[in-house]
């Protein structure tokens, strides 16, 4: 056998080392591609509402509705929220006036139940993003 003096023989290392790559970047990009994003977390102040009527969204409100600054958490956000007396998946659908930056408000049906919860302080965390609020600035 002759060593890969020859064109041919430095051509087929060539491609053997082509392909080579490629299959390495292919591994890698497909490893890439299970790997998820980690989801960004916050601590918010957490207060709790029981007014009924209409949301910013335009529905009812109803359990799992949450009210916040849309700067912060757009209308249509799921969040996960955790803390001393809440754990669950909600999502925002209002905006109230008296919420800025971080702060959310919680509908619950009763308002005794509303009153109990007070304010505390909770994890929330934005399972998927809503629609960015436009600002005339």
């Not at 109230?96 to 005794?112: E, F, N, S």
């Amino acid at each position: 056998m002759e060593a890969c003096s020859t064109g041919e023989g430095r051509e087929r290392v060539f491609l053997a080392v082509v392909v080579l790559v490629l299959l390495v970047g292919a591994l890698l990009s497909a490893e890439g591609v299970h790997r998820r994003a980690p989801t960004p977390s916050m601590t918010m102040v957490a207060t709790a509402y029981c007014l009924r009527g209409r949301t910013a969204a335009g529905n009812e409100v109803h359990r799992g509705t949450v009210a916040a600054d849309p700067r912060v958490l757009p209308l249509g956000s799921r969040i996960l929220i955790r803390g001393r007396h809440i754990r669950g998946t909600y999502v925002v659908e209002d905006k109230g006036t008296a919420l800025k930056g971080r702060r959310i408000d919680v509908y619950m049906p009763g308002c005794d139940q509303a009153k109990r919860f007070g304010r505390q302080r909770v994890t929330v965390t934005i399972e998927r993003s809503g629609f960015p609020v436009r600002t005339t600035r």
